[in-house]
């Protein structure tokens, strides 16, 4: 089955081809770095990891941008206010990301380029669409004007007809609503309220549009057209919209082929948002007791075009589902019998409902039902080393989209002493002498030492 993916642009889901045959380019709204990435960010952000992580294990060589926007209407106002020059106000927040991805068990996109980095190439695509009459020029600053772009409006669903009623006029700031979908500013004359943020440009003094940065990087970076854009739900308008204006404007190319959006994190019914200030951290979740590890699985084990609401209920429940796979490959590292069933049917059993899964539109959810249905079966078998050795092989396999299960512990050296206090409580629960059994359950906890019932008897573990 190939691979199928949901496009904002058509609202159906197609089959993925990309325009070489082995390679896929994806470019990603990366954060805006004027405060603290929040939780909700993160979800957009393991997104990307979980589609990088995916084609490159259907054998596609990916290459991917993922920008960091430090320079907007946000970040000049927090930067003034923070009496700090924009670069180094901007670099603490850039820091607090990398070091959130990478918590997160996201691995590196391969380029990050930032905006300020790209100043030159903005003014080119300025410049083009200047040619190709997109654009005017009103009160110094420089607008992109929408009714000369036909499919204005296209990925957002825009009624043209009530675009054109509503549309006269002009806007400078970077964000605003679909009822208010007017021309936008790609190069913005300075004003006192930038302060020093200003590059000299053929258009005069002045600063980029947020959209044209994206339109600029990515075709820096991955040419165009790009196989696969992604971003929240929240870019579709305005940003993603003025993107296509912008870069098929000036190139007269088709932009991308396949728009991916991620939905909205929620906390109590509503859009987590730096600007509602109703958000979590990644510090926040980890004062709480919650690992970041534990998050990402509520974000992965939910499919990305469905929204989700935070509570601290699910991060226990997510916990208890990390647990629940760790302890399974602990299980797996101490079996040690020569003989035993072949695991072979049960591995190709969820590895093809694995695939199938995320091979459509990655149904996530359903990917990890199949994990789950092994671990069922495997614990029904008798195991031999050898399969449970295939097994392991299989779960480092999937691991690699995942990135959730630790393969660290290790194989429980056999203690004579712990051996047999576990034969003395197995044999105190089979005479049903319960008290006796937890004491020794609780004894040998305050040592560190974990007891764990699987179907195959009791094994232990010893905890850091
Ligand atoms: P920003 O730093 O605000 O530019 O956002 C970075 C990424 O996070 C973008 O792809 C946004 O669409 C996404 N995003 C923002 N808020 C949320 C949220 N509450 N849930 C999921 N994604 C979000
Ligand atoms: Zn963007």
Redesign the pocket.
Same mark, same amino acid.
């Given at each position: 089955m190939p691979i199928s993916f949901y496009n904002t642009l058509t609202r159906k889901k197609e089959k993925f081809i990309p325009i070489s045959a082995d390679k896929v380019t994806i470019y =990603?709204? &990366? #954060?805006? +770095?004027y405060n603290s #990435? *929040?939780i &909700?960010?993160l979800?957009?952000?393991v997104f990307v990891d979980i589609l990088v992580r995916y084609l490159r294990y259907r054998g596609y060589n990916v290459v991917n941008v993922m920008n960091l926007?430090d320079v907007e209407d946000k970040s000049i106002k927090a930067s003034i206010e923070a009496k700090t020059p924009i670069t180094q106000f901007t670099q603490k927040y850039i820091d607090l990301f990398f070091s959130d991805i990478k918590e997160m068990g996201c691995i590196p996109s391969t380029y990050y380029p930032r905006a300020t980095d790209n100043i030159p190439e903005m003014i080119e695509i300025i410049k083009a669409l200047t040619e190709n009459k997109h654009t005017y020029v009103a009160d110094g600053s420089v607008y992109f004007k929408i009714s000369s772009f036909k499919d204005y409006g296209k990925l957002a669903n825009l009624d043209i007809k009530t675009l054109k009623k509503n549309a006269d006029g002009r806007l400078s700031l970077d964000e605003y609503e679909k009822e208010d979908a007017k021309d936008f500013v790609v190069w913005k004359a300075h004003s006192e309220s930038d302060g020093e943020v200003f590059w000299e440009s053929p258009f005069g003094k002045g600063r980029p549009g947020w959209h044209i940065e994206c339109s600029a990087m990515s075709t820096k970076y991955l040419g165009q057209p790009i196989d696969i854009h992604? %971003? %929240? +739900?929240? !870019?579709i308008f305005p940003h993603h919209t003025n993107e296509i204006a912008q870069s098929e404007g000036a190139t007269k190319k088709k932009f991308v082929n396949y728009w991916l959006h =991620?939905? *909205? !994190?929620?906390v109590d019914g509503k859009?987590? =948002?730096?600007s509602l200030g109703n958000f979590y951290t990644l510090n926040d979740i980890k004062k709480l007791g919650f690992s970041p590890l534990a998050l990402r699985y509520f974000f992965v084990s939910n499919n990305y075009r469905v929204q989700i609401n935070y509570t601290n209920d699910v991060m226990v429940s997510s916990t208890n589902s990390i647990k629940k796979l760790n302890d399974f490959v602990f299980f797996l590292k101490n079996i040690k019998s020569s003989t035993g069933d072949d695991a072979n049917c049960i591995i190709e059993e969820s590895r093809e409902k694995f695939i199938q899964a995320m091979d459509d539109d990655l149904n996530s959810p359903i990917a990890f039902s199949s994990i789950f249905d092994l671990i069922s079966k495997t614990y029904k078998i008798n195991l031999s080393k050898e399969s449970a050795s295939n097994i392991l092989d299989y779960l480092r396999e999937i691991n690699s989209i995942l990135g959730i299960i630790d393969f660290s512990s290790e194989e429980g050296d056999i203690d004579l002493e712990i051996e047999q206090l576990i034969e003395k409580r197995d044999m105190a629960r089979k005479a049903k002498d319960f008290k006796t059994a937890d004491n020794i359950r609780d004894e040998l906890l305050k040592r560190n030492i974990e007891l764990i019932d699987s179907p195959q008897g009791t094994i232990f573990r010893r905890n850091k």
């Open positions: =990603s709204c &990366g #954060p805006t +770095v #990435p *929040h &909700g960010n979800r957009a952000f926007t992604t %971003g %929240g +739900v929240d !870019l =991620s939905e *909205h !994190l929620k859009k987590m =948002s730096k």
